[in-house]
């Protein structure tokens, strides 16, 4: 699967600013999207095509990707924010979905 | 409202086979690719499998390719995902997540796990 790596853990305060990164080769070329997925339930679409926010999904979650690095960003992150989170492209060279490898977001 | 939801999960013997189903409703199915996605207890996701509308074009991870086979019944709004010479590595919570278009899964299922052991 194409690879993409994502820091483990990230630690931000109520109100504050959550950023997560996701790096892969010439992933700046490619959409990515990111999911959410809170202890116990399935995974959430939170941002698609890089930056797009699905229907629902609150304005503090925003998203950008350029060069080999996409960022999720949360602003004034909330108690209910404290979550995993994947960032996902597809590799249209070989036919296959990578995933990242997830990063837990604590709000301490 | 769409919902998927899964079934077919559970105990299976190393060597064994399995077969996954995942009901949809509250939408066009045969409209939409679906994937499978699994998830190892306390790791991420990995992405399994996806298969289009006609089930014309089917991909895998590349790892799981030959023992892994993904199906669909559009007449019965169903996905199927066939498991084969299953091994410990293959315990994980299976899900099957709708394509709104390529990199983007809109709706998941609960998911159904699958445990492999003697």
């Known amino acids: 699967s194409y690879e993409l790596t994502q820091p483990p853990s990230v630690s931000v305060s109520p109100g504050q600013t959550a950023i997560i990164t996701c790096s892969g080769d010439?992933?700046?070329?490619?959409?990515v999207s990111w999911y959410q997925q809170r202890p116990g339930q399935s995974p959430v679409l939170v941002i698609s095509?890089?930056?797009k926010r699905p229907s629902g999904i609150p304005e503090r979650f925003s998203g950008s990707n350029s060069g080999n690095t996409a960022t999720l960003t949360i602003s004034g992150t909330q108690a209910l924010d404290e979550a995993d989170y994947f960032c996902?492209?597809?590799?249209?060279?070989?036919?296959?979905?990578?995933f990242g490898s997830g990063t837990k977001v604590s709000v301490l | 409202d769409v919902h998927l939801v899964e079934s077919g999960g559970g105990l299976a013997r190393p060597g064994g086979s399995l077969r996954l189903s995942c009901a949809a409703t509250?939408?066009?199915?045969?409209?939409?690719?679906m994937n499978w996605v699994r998830q190892s207890p306390g790791k991420g996701l990995e992405w399994v499998s996806s298969?289009?509308?006609?089930?014309?074009?089917?991909y895998y991870a590349r790892p799981l390719k030959g023992r892994f086979t993904v199906s669909r019944d559009n007449a019965k709004n169903a996905l199927y995902l066939q498991l084969s010479r299953l091994s410990a590595e293959d315990t994980a919570v299976y899900y099957c997540?709708?394509?709104?278009?390529?990199?983007?899964?809109?709706?998941w299922g609960q998911g159904t796990l699958v445990t492999v052991s003697s």
């Open positions: 095509d890089d930056r």
């Open positions: 298969i289009s509308t006609s089930s014309d074009h089917i």
């Open positions: 997540a709708r394509e709104l278009r390529v990199n983007v899964f809109d709706f």
């Open positions: 010439r992933l700046g070329d490619k959409y």
């Open positions: 509250g939408f066009a199915f045969s409209n939409y690719s």
């Open positions: 996902q492209a597809w590799d249209s060279s070989v036919l296959v979905y990578g």
